[in-house]
């Protein structure tokens, strides 16, 4: 009984966001030169017709995921993070983490029922790459590995690489 019950425990565990690696897949914007992997369960929408970026969406969880590029007014990385960072808070998100330097930036917040998860980089000729996760604060932990590994796998083309700081 105790085996049935650490192999079924094994197995939820295997198949939970935090930890599924064998279906992510990789998503590679050309416009703006830069890669991420998104994770198992997302199913793409509609890719924006200028190229920017598409939204995804988990139908399991009722997470929705943006991933997109944007060129910065006068190719400040910085201040377009701040700016973004003030759209969340114009629309009620309360900001409980921020973190920005020149090459890349993290912020997250929380409304109601749901967080959000925004990482963004710098690319080429000054323009920046975002991916922004929203979940039910009900599923937080489960994306802690989630959000980790896509982090991480936000980055420039080989082709494009950032401006020097």
Not at 60 to 67: C, K
Not at 71 to 91: C, L, M, N, S
Not at 113 to 132: E, K, N, P
Request: glycine content about 8%; some cysteine.
């Amino acid at each position: 009984m105790r085996r049935a019950f650490i192999a079924s425990l094994l197995l939820v565990t295997l198949a939970s966001p935090s930890v599924a690696e064998d279906d992510w897949h990789p998503y590679a914007n050309p416009r703006f030169g830069y890669t991420v992997d998104i994770p198992p369960g997302f199913e793409m929408g509609l890719e924006a017709d200028n190229g920017d970026g598409v939204r995804f969406h988990a139908d399991d969880n009722g997470a929705t995921l943006m991933v997109f590029g944007t060129h910065p007014p006068d190719g400040d990385f910085e201040t377009d993070v701040a700016e973004r960072i003030g759209y969340e808070k114009q629309a009620d998100w309360r900001i409980i983490f921020s973190r920005v330097t020149p090459a890349w930036a993290s912020f997250s917040g929380a409304r109601e029922s749901d967080v959000f998860y925004t990482r963004a980089i710098a690319l080429c000729d000054g323009s920046a790459a975002y991916f922004r996760l929203q979940y039910r604060k009900s599923n937080l932990t489960s994306f802690d590995g989630v959000i980790s590994r896509m982090a991480s796998a936000l980055r420039p083309s080989e082709e494009c690489q950032p401006a020097a700081d």
